[in-house]
């Protein structure tokens, strides 16, 4: 643990944490996540500092943080990695108790963490006996969106528990439009032109039931065991409609139409035994396993002009997922001064997946077998010390070492991957004086970024068009694994400077810098390979080289009345992020890590009616338009993202309150553009996706 207590007895506040710990670690509890009413965690993050979401405004995507993309930043769930198949975009906030961002990686928690750590913690223990009732009804792209929270907290002795349920229903349309041109460079003659449209409706219902059990022993010991379930059911049907007005063929088909059918589930507890030991040392011993599981099933037909059938394709996944952790910690004081810590971290799991791909009654995959297994298995020893140097000056200084062993196991190419990876990590905060509410921190630190097992295995992914040669391009290609690849190394500093300011305000501001080795990265190329007759663009990572970020990050939050008495009582949250990036073997301009964007932004705002029981509140969240240069001959652009959200509180009475909300209310439309160089053929496909603003009306209660 990487804070220390300076207020006895009494449970520091978000920004006590924040201002007490010797690693920068942000913390947003619960007043952060009610805010806005939002549906999903992911909507909550997207407003935090630095941290940034992918995809279509409003309908969540990757988790981000300093504009890095997938796998550069660290998820965990309750301090440990976040199941493969879980989504931060099913959970609801009201299962959470708070998030922390640390934007440095510590020994506790794991170096795989380029850009930083969000650890999401679930609902903690007994606070006071009660009920709570929340009643959500949503509507988005003219359907209605309902759902349920339910939770009680009691003590039954020396025993308190928590239990939450949330049940949800989303019924979401999509519709896209992608212009896919190509210019032959050498005569400036266009080749190409289609046009493709598509509809799509997904309904999908979730449930979440989570609870948390503490046992209070004797001598300050507890036992601690927290389950989690999570379900999910949907199913989609869409169409396709394509025009192709130039081009060396007809176009590949004039309407295609999909039909898909999904269910998972995951089953998670987490253990946990304290234990005081003499000479005020404590051992933690934890202890948890899951499940995940998985069956989806696709369909897609696809005609030509005269509503004749020309292809026809069927694939089905079962997965299932097992995952053990054991970790441990022991702690103690030394010399009064010190506070020393070492601990161990084991994770097993094994995939087990069936794939069955029908095209035309025939499996081009058949050389791969249906089935495909895999074993993880991650071994991490660490040691930390957190030293008060002086009454204003901390310095926390670790050494993480991590093994990671990756197998894999099919009919074809069956590999196995092993990379370790030492990290010395060093972090420092220094106080004016001890009264004083400025303080600078230091972080000098070494992480890592490993290959995910997508990445590992040598099993092709189809395109969805894969019967259809012209419709298999490079800014449609398929893709495949690499079981050579190495992880990303990364030698990080970080120095920021705090000012505190009463009731929980405060101003800072931060630079960082990443230096990336073995950098990984997408490269298409046009291939004969074994599950085609003619040639197929195909996508696979690679280790390139080396690469460089860094960036500029300011923060504020104060009420007005704190600089002048007069001013209304509003609340005030606006952070800045300015990245930068080069990468080495790609030329420039534009030679940005993947999808990092220039600029991030976010300004909110919070007023409580003076004698009305009332509260306003409004946020907006802006990324800039920008373009990444991936390699010499890849290109990517990336529309102007502003996602203005509202909301107003009423206070019924002390126990119940209504809130309504707005979330995209702009709802402008989500532009992207893939631009491929081959040959003497310049390909541009560009997408324009609609988005939907999203209203709500939610009841809290508690009794």
């Known amino acids: 643990d990487d804070d220390f207590d300076v207020i006895e007895g009494k449970r520091l506040s978000d920004t006590e944490e924040r201002r007490y710990s010797t690693a920068a670690k942000m ?66 906030p009201e299962q959470v108790e708070r ?8 020994a506790e928690y794991g170096a795989r963490a380029i850009a930083g750590t969000i650890n999401i913690v679930l609902r903690e223990g007994f606070a006071r006996k009660g009920n709570e009732a929340r009643l959500n009804f949503g509507y988005e792209g003219g359907h209605f969106q309902p759902g349920v929270f339910l939770q009680r907290d009691d003590r039954i002795g020396a025993l308190n528990y928590n239990v939450t349920a949330n049940v949800s229903w989303r019924d979401l349309p999509s519709t896209s439009v992608t212009q896919t041109t190509a210019v032959n460079t050498a005569t400036g003659l266009p080749t190409l032109a289609q046009t493709q449209r598509d509809d799509s409706h997904n309904a999908a219902e979730r449930t979440h039931i989570s609870g948390r059990l503490n046992w209070r022993l004797d001598a300050g010991d507890s036992i601690t065991l927290q389950p989690f379930l999570m379900q999910s059911r949907s199913h989609g049907d869409g169409t396709t409609n394509l025009t192709q007005s130039l081009g060396a063929t007809p176009a590949p088909y004039a309407l295609a139409t999909s039909h898909s059918d999904s ?92 794939a069955r791909v029908l095209q035309d009654g025939s499996n081009p995959l058949s050389a791969y077998g249906d089935d495909f297994k895999a074993r993880t298995t991650r071994l991490a020893l660490y040691a930390q010390d957190e030293w008060d140097v002086s009454p204003l000056w901390s310095v926390y200084g670790g050494l993480r070492g991590e093994t990671i062993r990756t197998a894999s196991n099919m009919a074809m190419n069956s590999g196995t991957n092993v990379s370790t990876v030492f990290s010395p990590l060093l972090h420092s905060v220094w106080r004016f004086s001890p009264e004083s509410k400025d303080q600078v921190r230091l972080g ?98 690679r280790n390139l080289g080396s690469a460089t970020s860094r960036g500029v990050e300011l923060e504020a939050k104060f009420r007005f009345d704190e600089w002048n008495p007069e001013a209304p009582p509003i609340n005030l949250r606006a952070n800045y992020s300015r990245f930068w990036s080069d990468v080495a073997h790609v030329p420039g301009p534009n030679n940005r890590l993947d999808q990092q964007p220039t600029w991030t932004a976010n300004l909110g705002a919070d007023y409580r009616l003076r004698g009305l029981p009332l509260t306003l509140g409004a946020s907006l969240n802006w990324t800039p338009a920008f373009v990444v240069q991936q390699t010499e001959a890849q290109r990517y652009y990336q529309g102007i993202k502003r996602v203005l959200d509202a909301y107003i509180l ?9 809130r309504f909300s707005a979330a995209n209310w702009q709802h402008a439309d989500y532009r992207t553009v893939n631009e491929e160089l081959f040959g003497s053929t310049d390909q541009l496909a560009s997408t324009v996706q609609k988005t939907y603003p999203s209203y709500a009306a939610r009841l809290e209660i508690k009794f």
């Open 27 to 92: 913390v947003f509890g619960r007043e952060e996540l009610d805010r806005q009413g939002d549906t999903t965690i992911a909507e909550v993050l997207k407003r935090l500092p630095g941290v940034t979401t992918a995809g279509t405004p409003g309908r969540g995507g990757d988790i981000r943080m300093r504009g890095l993309g997938k796998g550069y930043t660290q998820i965990l769930l309750n301090g440990e990695p976040m199941p493969r198949g879980f989504s931060l975009d099913t959970l609801s």
């Open 99 to 106: 998030i922390e961002i640390m934007r440095g990686p510590v």
């Open 263 to 354: 269910q998972s589930q995951l089953l998670r507890a987490f253990g946990t035994l304290r234990l005081s030991l003499a000479d005020g040392a404590r051992l933690e011993m934890r202890l948890s396993g899951g499940q995940w599981a998985s069956d989806s099933s696709t369909t897609r037909r696809q005609y030509d002009s005269l509503q004749s059938l020309v292809h026809a394709g069927n694939s089905d996944s079962d997965v299932e997922q097992t995952t053990v952790i054991t970790a441990g910690k022991y702690s103690r004081p030394w010399r009064q001064d010190h506070k020393i810590a070492a601990g161990w971290d084991i994770e097993i799991g094994n995939r087990q997946e069936t």
């Open 444 to 541: 000098l630190t070494r992480s890592y970024r490993s290959p995910n097992l997508s990445d590992l295995v040598a099993r092709p992914l189809l395109s969805a068009d894969y019967p259809v040669a012209g419709a298999n391009t490079a800014t449609s290609p398929d893709s495949v694994g690499n079981p050579g690849l190495k992880p990303e190394l990364a030698w990080g500093l970080d120095l920021a400077y705090e000012h505190y300011l009463g009731a929980g305000g405060l101003i800072s501001a931060s630079i960082f810098r990443r230096s990336i080795d073995n950098l990984i990265r997408n490269v298409k190329s046009l291939q004969s390979v074994s599950w085609s007759p003619v040639p197929r663009w195909v996508s696979s990572p």
């Open 650 to 658: 009423w206070k019924l009475s002390a126990d119940t309150q209504l």
